[in-house]
């Protein structure tokens, strides 16, 4: 391995499902010798960034891991036996390991709670304008989650142009670490929003269809932002492999022939330092 990654700065672990748990303990396995024998040091899952994002922090601040990931990453990781390998590794070399969720999902407790409560604090503590009311928007994320977009409280129009307008005036502030999250966090409200009010069908939470490129290009984005914002780390990327496929150009099934991966586009824009 040493020799097949020895320029490559993001190497992607897949699954082929999220059900088998001798593959998590196999990637575990993995993700340790790549920390220790080849100095990456970033875990990124396909969680979402302000969950994920919320754990770091909560685990800098004493939390145990165990608890952090439990309320961020999706449960059929956190919540499986064969997982909790990675995640004594993880409480046993925290002190050198950063994290990251590239998904622009809401995925755990953290973002359920919390997120728009914290998106309106910060916003408040910058002078940023959000023309929608936060219980409302409250609302509607509980909508969102279960695939709805509710327009009684907040149309659609309404939704897309008031954080659009949100996002120009972030992206203007101070660059930091807590501009670059929110930046990326209100881009993965947008894409959610247009995700659930313009799909036709969900044919399951574990099968990706050309309907998912919205997704998929988001987390291509959160990723790539990442590295743009971080440019000396080292990557693992912890996912599904129908996210981090590269050439699709072999599928004729006219249900997914047109979805575009994350892989695809991180591949392009990385070519040799993506594994």
């Not at 919205?214 to 080292?234: G, S, V």
Request: charged share 30%; aromatic share 12%; with cysteine.
């Amino acid at each position: 391995m040493k020799e097949e990654l020895k320029n490559v700065q993001v190497v992607m672990l897949g699954e082929k499902s999220h059900f088998d748990g001798n593959v998590f303990e196999m990637k575990t396995k993995i993700v340790k010798y790549l920390h220790q024998e080849m100095g990456f040091n970033t875990i990124a899952f396909e969680s979402g960034v302000y969950d994920v994002w919320k754990a770091q922090e909560n685990i800098k601040n004493g939390e145990n891991a165990k608890e952090a990931f439990g309320k961020s990453l999706f449960q059929i990781w956190s919540k499986t036996k064969e997982f909790q390998s990675f995640i004594d590794f993880y409480e046993a070399n925290k002190s050198n390991l950063k994290l990251f969720g590239f998904d622009n999902q809401i995925t755990g407790k953290y973002g359920e709670e919390k997120l728009i409560k914290d998106l309106y604090e910060y916003c408040n503590k910058n002078q940023v304008l959000i023309n929608l009311n936060q219980e409302d928007l409250e609302l509607q994320m509980e909508s969102m989650d279960y695939g709805v977009f509710d327009e009684n409280d907040i149309s659609y129009s309404e939704f897309k142009n008031s954080l659009s307008k949100t996002l120009e005036i972030v992206s203007k502030k101070q660059k930091n670490e807590e501009q670059f999250y929110w930046i990326q966090i209100i881009k993965n409200l947008l894409s959610i929003g247009e995700d659930i009010y313009t799909k036709k069908s969900i044919l399951s939470t574990f099968n990706t269809t050309a309907e998912d490129n919205i997704r998929d290009k988001q987390m291509a984005n959160n990723l790539l932002a990442y590295i743009k914002n971080h440019p000396n780390e080292k990557i693992i990327c912890w996912g599904a492999n129908q996210h981090f496929a590269n050439d699709m150009s072999s599928i004729n099934t006219s249900i997914i022939k047109e979805f575009i991966p994350m892989g695809s586009y991180v591949k392009k824009e990385l070519k040799e330092k993506m594994y």
